[in-house]
C-alpha cells in the first residue's frame, strides 16, 4: 500500500483542470457553465476563472452513467432531477413555497412557525398566532446528561436525536405508535422537548422546559438566555420560519427513506437529524461563525477569503445550488440584521465583505451566512445555529414523513458496480 500524501481536497478548479476531468474542450466547458450546471467564481484581475469542483464531478458522474435511465439516476442524487413527488414544498427563484405559500412572504406578514408547522402538516392555514398545547417531557428526558460540560453546544444535534429516541420509547412499542394515529401530538411534543433541549447550551446549562402559553421562537430565545426584546423575538421566528422545509435535502430524504420501511415518526426524526448533523449541513453553520470570528474587520474578512480562493478552496456561505441568483432567505434575514438599531463595526464589516464578494466574485451569500450574521447581532451562543436549523426542519420533516406514508412504495436505490 502506498504512503503518499493525497494532496488536499480542492473547492474550486482551473479551466486546465476541469477540463481535464471532464475530458472535454474549453468551449464544452463554457457550455455547461451558461447552462447552470457548473458554477463558477470570477478572479479579480484576471482573465481565467475557478470551477466549483463538485460540480465538475458531478457532470463527469452523469456523462459516465449507463444509457437509458442511468444519466438521469446519476445526477438525481447530487442536486438533479426530481425524483419523488410532493405536493408539500417547491423551489422557486423567490424561495421555498410552503404548500403554495412563499415562505420570505409568511416572514414579512408575521406568520410564526406553529402556524407554518400547521400548515406542512395538515395543508390548512391558521390566521391567529396560537401556542400549542403539548404532552409534559418525560422526567428521564429532562435529566439526560449527554451534553454536560462547557462545550455542552458542540453535542446538541446528536442529544436530539438521543432524546427523540427517548420519546418514541416512551410512547409504547412500534406497532403501537405506528396503530395510534397520534402523531400530531407526537410531532408537537418532539418540538416542545428540543425547545428545552436549547437549555443545555444556555446560560444554566440545563433542560429549560417551555412553559405553557408561550410560543416556540420565545422558548428558544428563554433557553438560550438571549435579551427577550422585539427584535431578538422577529428574528428567531424569521428563521424558524424559512427553515422549516426545503423540499429533499439530506435529512428530509433520510426521513423518507425510514418512513417508506415503516418506521415510526421518532425513529424518522432521528434518522433525519443524523444525517444533518455533518459538516456540510447543520455544521456548516459551525464552519462560517468560525470564519466570521476569525476576522472582525472587513479588510481581514476580504483577505481571508483571497486566501482561501488562491488555495483552491472557497470560503464558506456562499452560493447555493439551488439559487444561482442569489438565496432569497439570506437576503431577507441580511435585511433584518440591517435594518436592527443595534449595529456595530463588526456587522458592517461583514455586509462590506458580502457586497464585495458578490461584485468582486459573483459570490452570493447563502442563508447560514446571514444566520450568522444574525446571530451575532442577537449574541446567540456559539454552535447552536445548527441546532436551530433541526428544531426548525422538524416541522418539514413530519411532514414529509406523514407524506411518504401515503406511498406503497418502499424507497430503495440501485447502484451501479464499478470495478
Same mark, same amino acid.
Given at each position: 500500500?502506498?504512503?503518499?500524501?493525497?494532496?488536499?481536497?480542492?473547492?474550486?478548479?482551473?479551466?486546465?483542470?476541469?477540463?481535464?476531468?471532464?475530458?472535454?474542450?474549453?468551449?464544452?466547458?463554457?457550455?455547461?457553465?451558461?447552462?447552470?450546471?457548473?458554477?463558477?467564481?470570477?478572479?479579480?484581475?484576471?482573465?481565467?476563472?475557478?470551477?466549483?469542483?463538485?460540480?465538475?464531478?458531478?457532470?463527469?458522474?452523469?456523462?459516465?452513467?449507463?444509457?437509458?435511465?442511468?444519466?438521469?439516476?446519476?445526477?438525481?442524487?447530487?442536486?438533479?432531477?426530481?425524483?419523488?413527488?410532493?405536493?408539500?414544498?417547491?423551489?422557486?427563484?423567490?424561495?421555498?413555497?410552503?404548500?403554495?405559500?412563499? @415562505? =420570505?412572504?409568511?416572514? &414579512?406578514? $408575521?406568520?410564526?412557525?406553529? #402556524? %407554518?408547522?400547521?400548515?406542512?402538516?395538515? !395543508?390548512? /392555514?391558521?390566521?391567529?398566532?396560537?401556542?400549542?398545547?403539548?404532552?409534559?417531557?418525560?422526567?428521564?428526558?429532562?435529566?439526560?446528561?449527554?451534553?454536560?460540560?462547557?462545550?455542552?453546544?458542540?453535542?446538541?444535534?446528536?442529544?436530539? @436525536? =438521543?432524546?427523540?429516541? &427517548?420519546? $418514541?420509547?416512551?410512547?409504547? #412499542? %412500534?406497532?403501537?405508535?405506528?396503530?395510534? !394515529?397520534? /402523531?400530531?401530538?407526537?410531532?408537537?411534543?418532539?418540538?416542545?422537548?428540543?425547545?428545552?433541549?436549547?437549555?443545555?447550551?444556555?446560560?444554566?446549562?440545563?433542560?429549560?422546559?417551555?412553559?405553557?402559553?408561550?410560543?416556540?421562537?420565545?422558548?428558544?430565545?428563554?433557553?438560550?438566555?438571549?435579551?427577550?426584546?422585539?427584535?431578538?423575538?422577529?428574528?428567531?421566528?424569521?428563521?424558524?420560519?424559512?427553515?422549516?422545509?426545503?423540499?429533499?435535502?439530506?435529512?428530509?430524504?433520510?426521513?423518507?427513506?425510514?418512513?417508506?420501511?415503516?418506521?415510526?415518526?421518532?425513529?424518522?426524526?432521528?434518522?433525519?437529524?443524523?444525517?444533518?448533523?455533518?459538516?456540510?449541513?447543520?455544521?456548516?453553520?459551525?464552519?462560517?461563525?468560525?470564519?466570521?470570528?476569525?476576522?472582525?474587520?472587513?479588510?481581514?474578512?476580504?483577505?481571508?477569503?483571497?486566501?482561501?480562493?488562491?488555495?483552491?478552496?472557497?470560503?464558506?456561505?456562499?452560493?447555493?445550488?439551488?439559487?444561482?441568483?442569489?438565496?432569497?432567505?439570506?437576503?431577507?434575514?441580511?435585511?433584518?440584521?440591517?435594518?436592527?438599531?443595534?449595529?456595530?463595526?463588526?456587522?458592517?464589516?461583514?455586509?462590506?465583505?458580502?457586497?464585495?464578494?458578490?461584485?468582486?466574485?459573483?459570490?452570493?451569500?447563502?442563508?447560514?451566512?446571514?444566520?450568522?450574521?444574525?446571530?451575532?447581532?442577537?449574541?446567540?451562543?456559539?454552535?447552536?445555529?445548527?441546532?436551530?436549523?433541526?428544531?426548525?426542519?422538524?416541522?418539514?420533516?413530519?411532514?414529509?414523513?406523514?407524506?411518504?406514508?401515503?406511498?406503497?412504495?418502499?424507497?430503495?436505490?440501485?447502484?451501479?458496480?464499478?470495478?
Amino acid at each position: 500500500m502506498s504512503n503518499a500524501v493525497k494532496p488536499p481536497r480542492k473547492d474550486y478548479l482551473t479551466a486546465a483542470e476541469a477540463m481535464a476531468v471532464l475530458k472535454v474542450r474549453q468551449q464544452t466547458l463554457y457550455a455547461y457553465v451558461s447552462r447552470g450546471l457548473i458554477r463558477s467564481l470570477k478572479q479579480p484581475n484576471q482573465r481565467g476563472k475557478l470551477y466549483l469542483a463538485e460540480d465538475v464531478h458531478r457532470v463527469r458522474a452523469r456523462s459516465e452513467a449507463r444509457a437509458g435511465h442511468g444519466a438521469v439516476a446519476a445526477g438525481a442524487m447530487n442536486w438533479g432531477e426530481p425524483i419523488i413527488p410532493t405536493a408539500i414544498t417547491e423551489i422557486t427563484a423567490d424561495g421555498p413555497r410552503y404548500r403554495g405559500r412563499l @415562505a =420570505t412572504q409568511l416572514v &414579512h406578514d $408575521g406568520a410564526t412557525f406553529e #402556524s %407554518v408547522a400547521e400548515l406542512l402538516w395538515t !395543508g390548512m /392555514w391558521h390566521d391567529e398566532p396560537h401556542a400549542w398545547e403539548h404532552a409534559l417531557t418525560p422526567a428521564d428526558i429532562r435529566a439526560l446528561d449527554v451534553v454536560g460540560g462547557e462545550r455542552a453546544e458542540e453535542s446538541l444535534l446528536e442529544a436530539f @436525536a =438521543t432524546a427523540i429516541l &427517548h420519546l $418514541g420509547l416512551q410512547r409504547g #412499542s %412500534v406497532e403501537d405508535r405506528m396503530r395510534s !394515529g397520534q /402523531w400530531l401530538a407526537a410531532a408537537r411534543q418532539v418540538l416542545a422537548t428540543l425547545v428545552g433541549s436549547f437549555g443545555w447550551a444556555g446560560p444554566g446549562k440545563t433542560y429549560l422546559a417551555l412553559r405553557p402559553g408561550i410560543s416556540v421562537s420565545e422558548g428558544i430565545v428563554e433557553a438560550l438566555g438571549v435579551a427577550p426584546h422585539a427584535d431578538n423575538h422577529a428574528a428567531m421566528e424569521a428563521m424558524l420560519v424559512l427553515f422549516a422545509d426545503h423540499e429533499l435535502s439530506p435529512g428530509t430524504l433520510a426521513a423518507r427513506v425510514a418512513a417508506s420501511s415503516g418506521a415510526p415518526l421518532h425513529g424518522c426524526l432521528a434518522s433525519a437529524i443524523c444525517a444533518t448533523s455533518g459538516v456540510q449541513i447543520g455544521r456548516l453553520y459551525d464552519r462560517v461563525e468560525d470564519f466570521l470570528a476569525q476576522s472582525h474587520t472587513f479588510e481581514a474578512l476580504v483577505a481571508r477569503a483571497e486566501q482561501a480562493s488562491r488555495s483552491g478552496s472557497a470560503p464558506p456561505g456562499f452560493d447555493h445550488p439551488l439559487y444561482p441568483q442569489g438565496d432569497p432567505r439570506a437576503q431577507l434575514l441580511l435585511e433584518l440584521v440591517q435594518r436592527r438599531p443595534d449595529q456595530s463595526s463588526r456587522l458592517e464589516a461583514i455586509y462590506r465583505y458580502v457586497e464585495r464578494m458578490k461584485s468582486e466574485y459573483g459570490c452570493h451569500p447563502r442563508h447560514e451566512l446571514a444566520a450568522a450574521t444574525l446571530a451575532i447581532a442577537m449574541q446567540l451562543p456559539r454552535r447552536t445555529l445548527g441546532p436551530l436549523f433541526a428544531l426548525a426542519r422538524t416541522a418539514g420533516w413530519v411532514a414529509h414523513v406523514q407524506e411518504q406514508r401515503l406511498s406503497p412504495v418502499m424507497l430503495r436505490p440501485r447502484a451501479r458496480y464499478v470495478a
